[in-house]
């Protein structure tokens, strides 16, 4: 099946700085999505976002199809941005999502 | 617009016990996929559901089953409970000819 790899596993951050997550998947896929794990477990939805780039705020994201991976920019991060970040994808209409391990990120102040 | 709400949220159960968690999905959703989550294994995809019909199935043992009512609400079952159950179960919604999925805040199951 299909392999999604997320990196750095863990980042720490500074209030304030910028980050780069990326998410790296083994095959096409029709379906990519980025979500934030909060405290409580739920998971948010960030970005549907299978090819481009999308801006939401301090959050963008970027996937490059053709070279199978994607990349979740967070500036000036705050500290309510800590929380696992997961990418899943799907491939065909399968309706399942594939999770990557998720990037834990700390921001301190 | 209510989001994907689940219920119970926390329960602890003995093993060979069962459970029954529930899933309303967001109106007018009428797809409802569950996952598991855990720390060993991560986010794994359990089942789907579109208009009460089964239409994808993870790897996972027969005891884990499930069901989607007319109204789009859904249940899945465990029975003969193992401590390896022990898990975050999260259920998602889709909307027909959508592409985003919508997640509860999950149902915490301790299996003691």
């Known amino acids: 099946g299909i392999q999604v790899e997320q990196s750095p596993p863990d980042l720490i951050l500074q209030e304030g700085a910028n980050s780069t997550l990326r998410c790296n998947f083994s095959?096409?896929?029709?379906?990519l999505q980025w979500f934030h794990q909060n405290p409580w477990g739920q998971l948010i939805n960030l970005f549907y976002?299978?090819?481009g780039t999308k801006q939401n705020g301090r959050l963008s994201a970027t996937t490059v199809a053709t070279e199978r991976y994607s990349l979740l920019y967070i500036s000036s991060s705050q500290t309510t941005d800590s929380g696992v970040y997961f990418c899943?994808?799907?491939?065909?209409?399968?309706?399942?999502?594939?999770f990557g391990k998720g990037t834990k990120l700390t921001v301190n102040p | 617009k209510a989001g994907v709400t689940q219920t119970p949220r926390y329960l602890i159960k003995t093993r060979g016990q069962q459970v029954t968690l529930s899933c309303s999905p967001i109106?007018?959703?009428?797809?409802v996929s569950w996952y598991q989550q855990t720390p060993g294994q991560g986010l794994q995809f359990l089942f789907e559901?579109?208009?009460?019909?089964?239409?994808n199935k993870g790897n996972f043992p027969g005891r884990f089953s499930g069901r989607q009512f007319s109204n789009s609400r859904s249940e899945m079952n465990v029975s003969t409970l193992e401590l390896g159950d022990s898990a975050l179960y999260l259920c998602?919604?889709?909307?027909?000819?959508?592409?985003?999925?919508?997640f509860g805040e999950g149902s915490w199951l301790t299996v003691v």
């Open positions: 109106s007018g959703h009428r797809s």
């Open positions: 976002i299978p090819s």
């Open positions: 899943a994808v799907e491939k065909g209409g399968s309706e399942k999502l594939v």
């Open positions: 998602a919604s889709k909307g027909v000819g959508g592409n985003t999925i919508y």
């Open positions: 095959d096409s896929v029709n379906n």
């Open positions: 559901y579109f208009s009460e019909t089964q239409r």
